[in-house]
């Protein structure tokens, strides 16, 4: 199962993943970045900024592929994921916005209906991650109900980049970037399947508050299920959790976790 670590705050979290983003980038320049977004990753963004500055990292290659976009909204509006990601990590860590891709962006808010453009989008985003080697390490935030990108209970564990119905709790939880209102959220999305985020070398997922407890338990120490389609990270070979108290609170083996990682050498990293 992946390695669950237990911080104080969203901070402690993003300083962990941060240290480890910043080595990576020292070794490897042209490193592959796995994007959310959901305000999760936020803290972890921001302590990557501010390391990139304190160590005057070049990010000038870094390459980066976000993990999913709503079906229909065109790119220029604010609550798109190409958006998001370029207003709250492509600018913050100065990356260079041509190798920065996100799965919607030869959609560019293409209807439902358009098969022409729909149709091939998920293998050709999937093919175009290959094609730069794979990525090295996928941030993550979780859903209340265990989904991962917008991998809704129920998607195949071994699914690759598609198109998707949402669930009606995630467009309830995400209205609130839509004026509160049900009707503006699409219904439909293109996201990274499980197979595909499974492919990344390292899975780094945030968690924190009550609210995801159930999420991260289930994710944990609960069955493998496309029900709960982050308890595929039970499989990776490298996966982290980096968890708050209130988001631990249901694991039952929290304080073993919090043991190992204490007693963890520094080499290991995450
Ligand atoms: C959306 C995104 C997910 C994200 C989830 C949780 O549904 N597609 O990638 O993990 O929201 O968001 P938050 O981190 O804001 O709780």
Redesign the pocket.
């Known amino acids: 199962m992946p390695e669950v670590i237990i911080v104080k705050n969203e901070a402690e979290a993003g300083e962990i993943y941060a240290r480890a983003v910043a080595d990576l980038i020292k070794s490897k320049p042209d490193a592959v970045l796995g994007l959310?977004?959901?305000?999760?990753?936020l803290a972890a963004y921001q302590a990557l900024a501010k390391t990139v500055k304190d160590e005057d990292i070049d990010m000038s290659r870094v390459r980066g592929f976000a993990?999913?976009e709503y079906i229909g909204l065109p790119l220029s509006h604010p609550e798109s994921?190409h958006s998001t990601i370029h207003r709250t990590v492509v600018e913050p860590l100065g990356m260079n916005p041509d190798l920065v891709h996100v799965p919607g962006d030869v959609l560019d808010g293409a209807p439902l209906e358009d098969g022409d453009k729909l149709a091939h989008a998920g293998a050709d985003y999937d093919a175009a991650i290959e094609a730069a080697g794979g990525i090295d390490v996928q941030i993550?935030?979780?859903?209340t109900d265990g989904?991962?990108?917008?991998n809704e209970p129920g998607s195949s564990l071994a699914s690759g980049t598609r198109i998707k119905t949402l669930v009606e709790q995630?467009r309830v939880?995400?209205a609130r970037f839509f004026d509160d209102d049900i009707d503006q959220v699409p219904t439909h999305?293109i996201?990274q399947g499980i197979g595909t985020i499974m492919r990344a070398r390292h899975l780094v997922l945030?968690a924190f508050g009550a609210g995801?407890a159930e999420a991260v338990a289930q994710t944990c120490e609960g069955g493998v299920s496309a029900f709960c389609p982050a308890s595929a990270l039970q499989m990776h070979p490298h996966a982290t959790i980096i968890v708050d108290e209130a988001a631990a609170s249901s694991l039952r083996h929290k304080e073993y976790y919090q043991y190992a990682y204490t007693h963890k050498p520094a080499w290991q990293g995450i």
């Open positions: 959310a977004t959901g305000s999760s990753p993990l999913d994921y993550l935030g979780i859903g989904h991962v990108g917008f995630t939880d995400n999305c996201t945030l995801k």
